[in-house]
């Protein structure tokens, strides 16, 4: 059980780049999620993917976001333009199908500072 | 509006002693709950659940406790260990709606000395 993968761990930016992190779950996980972590605050939800299709977005997630699960396998998360207020932990979780209250296993997260 | 809230921001307990972990929440569509452990550059970790039909669940040294008319979950580990220094978050979610779309308090830091 090699666990959901992010890639990068880390990412610093300059304000008004762009960044991608991508995520890769459970293999035999159809349920695909984003998180966002601030500093002394729990994880919030911000999107949620059942094989390829986008099923629910969060108000939290801007225009500036996108996230994309194009073969219902490995997702990215594509934040333009980056403002300092973007800075935190992203995380990404899976639970497999079929399992209503599987809980989510979630990676160990990437930490995106922007300067 | 925090619908999840863990207003104890650190606990220190003995080890061998017990640790008990507070959650308040708001929101009376919230029918199932969990508890995640996090470690310092790690993701949160699954440690135990329980859906609204029930008052307890129990897993090993870890007990949740559900009271619905408080809108206020506990969780109990007895007895405490060192490993278990880490912080816990109460995580809330309404089963009829997407699975996984989890509400988390802002976490407890606990801290178990030798």
């Known amino acids: 059980d090699t666990g959901v993968s992010q890639n990068p761990r880390h990412k610093i930016t300059k304000r008004g780049q762009n960044v991608t992190f991508r995520c890769d779950p459970i293999s035999e996980h159809n349920r695909l999620y984003w998180y966002r972590q601030t500093l002394g605050q729990g994880p919030e939800f911000l999107t949620y993917f059942q094989n390829e299709a986008q099923l629910e977005k969060s108000r939290l997630l801007s225009d500036r976001f996108s996230a994309e699960r194009p073969k219902g396998s490995f997702s990215t998360l594509e934040i333009q333009r980056t403002e300092q207020g973007d800075s935190a932990m992203y995380l990404c979780a899976s639970s497999p199908p079929g399992q209503g209250n599987s809980p989510l296993h979630f990676g160990n997260g990437t930490r995106l500072t922007v300067t | 509006d925090q619908q999840v809230k863990q207003n104890s921001p650190s606990l220190s307990v003995q080890e061998g002693r017990i640790s008990i972990l507070n959650c308040d929440y708001t929101n009376s569509m919230f029918d199932y709950f969990l508890w995640y452990k996090k470690y310092p550059a790690e993701g949160p970790t699954f440690l135990i659940s329980?859906?609204?039909?029930?008052d307890k669940n129990e897993d090993g040294r870890f007990t949740v406790f559900l009271n619905k008319s408080a809108k206020h979950l506990s969780l109990h580990i007895v007895p405490s260990q060192p490993g278990d220094s880490a912080v816990y978050f109460c995580?809330?979610?309404?089963?009829?709606?997407?699975?996984?779309?989890?509400?988390f308090g802002q976490g407890t830091i606990l801290t178990v000395h030798p």
């Open positions: 995580a809330a979610s309404v089963m009829g709606t997407s699975y996984g779309k989890l509400t």
């Open positions: 329980i859906s609204s039909i029930k």
